[in-house]
């Protein structure tokens, strides 16, 4: 019975399970964002604190809607497990560095999906993920402005302090 269910699923079962590895992926995101905020929190970078929590939610709302894709469409969606998480940085430009890598992987494992979707004319799929192939490049442009700032300002004393107030401006 568990076939004949797979195979009158509306997406394809192969798009299916990267959708749930992608759910993984988001939850990961999530955590590492709220590691992130802690990490702004306790060194009184508190812009940029709220930056990361938003990021957080926003990579686990992320997750629900590919979630909810995948149940809307006759498919089981998995609960993922997180692990993994790193909590100690050395500097808030780091941790820029470390969330455009982040965001870069995102976007690489969306676009491998939609080019799966194409492989197995998946076109409902493609569509739903449009959305995210538009995010994601927001996401890094955001990520990249942040880093700007660090290059055009540098990272000692009162800089730091300058970057984290400009931090509300750069998503956009």
Same mark, same amino acid.
């Given at each position: 019975?568990?076939?004949?269910?797979?195979?009158k699923?509306?997406?394809?079962?192969?798009?299916?399970?990267?959708?749930?590895?992608?759910i993984?992926?988001?939850?990961?995101?999530?955590?590492i964002?709220?590691?992130?905020?802690?990490?702004?929190?306790?060194?009184?970078?508190?812009?940029?604190? *709220?930056?990361?929590?938003?990021?957080?939610?926003?990579?686990?709302?992320?997750?629900?809607?590919?979630?909810?894709?995948?149940?809307?469409?006759?498919?089981?969606?998995?609960?993922?497990?997180?692990?993994?998480?790193?909590?100690?940085?050395?500097?808030?430009?780091?941790?820029?560095?470390?969330?455009?890598?982040?965001?870069?992987?995102?976007?690489?494992?969306?676009?491998?999906?939609?080019? *799966?979707?194409?492989?197995?004319?998946?076109?409902?799929?493609?569509?739903?993920?449009?959305?995210?192939? *538009?995010?994601?490049?927001?996401?890094?442009?955001?990520?990249?402005?942040?880093?700007?700032?660090?290059?055009?300002?540098?990272?000692?004393?009162?800089?730091? *302090?300058?970057?984290?107030?400009?931090?509300?401006?750069?998503?956009?």
């Amino acid at each position: 019975m568990k076939d004949l269910v797979r195979q009158k699923l509306s997406i394809n079962v192969d798009v299916m399970d990267m959708l749930n590895e992608q759910i993984a992926k988001e939850a990961h995101s999530s955590s590492i964002y709220l590691a992130m905020a802690s990490w702004c929190d306790h060194n009184a970078l508190n812009n940029s604190a *709220k930056f990361f929590y938003d990021q957080a939610e926003e990579e686990r709302e992320h997750m629900m809607k590919i979630f909810r894709f995948i149940n809307d469409n006759g498919g089981t969606s998995y609960s993922p497990e997180v692990s993994n998480i790193p909590h100690d940085y050395n500097s808030l430009e780091e941790i820029f560095e470390s969330a455009l890598g982040q965001e870069i992987n995102i976007t690489k494992s969306i676009h491998n999906i939609v080019l *799966k979707c194409r492989k197995v004319n998946d076109l409902a799929t493609e569509n739903f993920l449009q959305w995210f192939v *538009k995010e994601q490049m927001e996401e890094e442009q955001t990520m990249r402005k942040a880093l700007d700032l660090f290059e055009l300002m540098g990272t000692d004393g009162i800089a730091l *302090k300058l970057i984290d107030e400009r931090i509300p401006t750069i998503k956009g």
